[in-house]
């Protein structure tokens, strides 16, 4: 289930690399479960990032593959978007078990 919803700035632009893969890459976990959406960005105001990521995660995690995962999507950003790190944002938000529904059933583990 990793899911990160990416807002970018309209100046980015995605290379031809594969993101999920860089992604999988990078994390070192597996590309099977994962989405990501890109969503532009139409304005930004205060402190500005070129990417900002919001990351879903089960709380059945340990913390190395939470610290991994997230490391990883900042790094496959940067690389795909040919950006420094310090212009990629993410943050990761863990969802309990139960808190999700997939095909019309509640997901539990």
């Known amino acids: 289930m990793p899911i990160a919803n990416c807002v970018v700035t309209q100046s980015c632009k ?5 993101l999920i ?5 990078e994390s070192g976990i597996s590309s099977e479960h994962m989405t990501l959406n890109i969503i532009s960005c ?9 990417v900002m990521a919001s990351l ?3 709380s059945m995690w340990p913390s190395n593959k939470i610290s ?7 790094q496959a950003l940067a ?3 040919e950006l420094p790190l310090s212009d990629v944002h993410v943050i990761t938000n863990i969802v309990s078990s139960g808190l999700v529904v997939e095909r019309g059933q509640e ?3």
């Open 14 to 18: 995605l290379g031809s690399a594969d």
């Open 21 to 25: 893969e860089v992604w999988s890459r």
């Open 42 to 50: 139409e304005q930004q105001f205060g402190n500005a990032y070129a």
């Open 56 to 58: 879903y995660l089960p």
């Open 68 to 74: 991994a995962i997230q490391t990883g999507l900042a």
């Open 79 to 81: 690389e795909c978007f």
């Open 107 to 109: 997901v539990s583990w």
